[in-house]
């Protein structure tokens, strides 16, 4: 690996990689060697730009690359089988949310990384983002036994952060699902990263429901779910919303003593009588996010002794396996739990292989 920039090639070249290469390269981590793309013209319009080499054929791009990390920004069922093919070439992943389809793609690429000794990490900005950062200061701060409700609402409108662009609906069904998968993915992990991973999910598919409220409401699968934690319980909705009303805000946390509020931009703490306390709001930009979460991974990968990989694989596949349990219990109609997914995966190494 070089010792001044990643050699770093990316697969898929399209809205989703849309100035990512660029934020790329001003981090002064990153160099461009090569991109793929299914549409030469797509690869070749790229490769002009980053002056390094375009393919559409993607067994040969990986082939004819030696590089330190591979950007993932195809949907997994075009590419899967080159992916395990560059991770056997011991290059590190940065994939595109949501980290596979499903939970087993997700086990098997996970536990193949690790037995290279390589990350595979999701590409999550929104973990970079200020308000949700200080979110975390704060509960590390505070004794959290006296918080007994979180309310998480992903009803995406206009204004919802989504720094990285998602992929199509059409493409969506092929990948795994819809907005729970692609569109909340950063929102999860963040909920599992503060407060660890719910005992059991119950969901339901409200675009399935009699209710009538929820026909503002998109999706093939508008989920809503009720979350069970150790002393915490808590609701999910994830939906796309229609309409021009703002998005509500992401994370509400209730408490015997205060409530907290955060957003990508704002962390506010109210009093039991919902008296605001404390607000503190910052400035949000959502290609700087990205810029942090590139630094972050190119630092790890450069200078491992003195900089730790704020991701985790372990973090990436919890994430799923809450995706997958609520999922799960939208067919079943009965709780899930995540923690099973994750079992499985401990028990057997290479469980889904």
Known sequence: MSSNKLKTVCLG??????????????????????????????????????????????RQFILQNQPDVLIVAEPMYKCAEFVRMAINKQCHILKLAPTAPNFEQAAELITLARKNNV???????????????????????????????????????????QPIASDTQSDRKLSGGGVLLHDCFELIS????????????YSLLTNQSLDKKAKQYLGEDTVTASLIF?????????????????????IRIYGAENNIVATPN??????????????????LNSEKCIME???????????????????????DLATMAFVEAAYLSTRTGMPESPSKFLEIAEKEKSPFA
């Open 13 to 58: 070249i399209g809205a989703r990689t849309a100035g990512l290469l660029d934020v790329a390269c001003s981090t002064g981590l990153y160099e461009i060697i090569s991109v793929a793309d299914s549409n030469i013209t797509n690869a070749s319009q790229a490769a002009a730009k980053y002056n390094c080499t375009a393919f559409d054929d993607y």
């Open 230 to 250: 150790n002393g915490l319980i808590g609701t999910f909705l994830a939906a796309k919303q229609t309409g021009t009303a703002a998005a509500a805000a992401p």
């Open 119 to 161: 990350k595979y990490v999701t590409a999550a900005p929104a973990r970079f983002a200020p308000g949700f950062e200080r979110l975390a200061d704060y509960l590390r701060t505070i004794d959290r036994k006296q918080y007994y409700f979180v309310n998480i609402c992903a009803a995406f409108g206009d204004n919802f952060f």
């Open 190 to 201: 963040l909920v599992i990263e503060n407060f660890s991973l719910p005992g059991q999910i």
């Open 266 to 283: 704002r962390l506010a703490v109210y009093d039991s009588s919902d008296t605001l306390i404390a607000e503190h709001k910052y400035p």
């Open 293 to 315: 979460m590139l630094i972050d991974f190119g630092r790890a990968l450069l200078e491992p002794e003195k900089y730790k990989l704020r991701s985790s694989l372990h973090l």
